[in-house]
């Protein structure tokens, strides 16, 4: 067990949990995404443990932005529900990994299509006033691709989305697309390294607001 794992065991068997903070910033990105990864596998593990290791990630990203690898290593829509209390403080929606993904786009363009993210996240932006998770959806990595285009371009799509799920992604393009008209464009450059399977050019159509003919002629041009 790596000395990360075993210092932030020992503060929270002691009730030390004040000396958190301080201990995370001491620590590599490595060591600081162990950490948080532990909290979330504990409290996968024990549900009885759910709500305190929530709240011990709370306190640990109330001071400190995720660190890289974390951001790229969340990538499932049960592992957003857990830290998205710890990350709409201080900015966590808006961090990035090394391709300038944030969480939303880790998670939408390696979502599993048995249990995929839209809805929770639509939910969030109904129900829960955050401007950064609003500027989340929008925000383009190191391709340009936003959240939404990164699911349609890469993401394994068996199936059309159920139809909640399926409601619930046209909403978040629409909200993308108010707070970012131009980003969109960049999808067709992503679309020409892909197989363009049927759900990802009915997908495609949908966010380009083009006809599925449009769109094959669109990527065929580039």
Excluded: W
Excluded at 106 to 115: A, G, I, L, P, W
């Amino acid at each position: 067990m790596d000395l990360s794992i075993q210092l932030l065991n020992a503060r929270i068997s002691k009730q030390q949990l004040n000396e958190l903070d301080n201990d995370f910033k001491q620590l590599t990105p490595a060591q600081q995404t162990l950490q948080l990864n532990h909290l979330y596998e504990s409290a996968q593990r024990l549900s009885i443990k759910y709500d305190f290791m929530q709240n011990i990630a709370i306190r640990i990203l109330t001071n400190n932005m995720p660190p890289t690898p974390f951001v790229n290593q969340l990538i499932s829509v049960d592992a957003l529900s857990f830290f998205t209390p710890a990350l709409r403080i201080n900015k966590g929606f808006l961090a990035q990994d090394i391709q300038g993904n944030n969480v939303l786009h880790n998670v939408f363009k390696h979502t599993d299509s048995k249990k995929l993210p839209f809805n929770y996240v639509r939910s969030l932006m109904l129900f829960e006033s955050n401007d950064d998770l609003l500027k989340a959806l929008a925000q383009t990595n190191k391709q340009g691709l936003t959240p939404v285009a990164c699911y349609i371009a890469y993401a394994h799509k068996q199936n059309t989305p159920v139809k909640h799920e399926f409601s619930a992604l046209l909403a978040l393009m629409e909200i993308e697309q108010k707070q970012n008209p131009n980003a969109k464009q960049r999808l067709a450059n992503a679309l020409k390294e892909v197989n363009l399977s049927e759900t990802t050019l009915l997908l495609s159509a949908a966010y380009l607001q083009r006809s599925t003919a449009q769109v094959v002629h669109l990527v065929k041009a580039l």
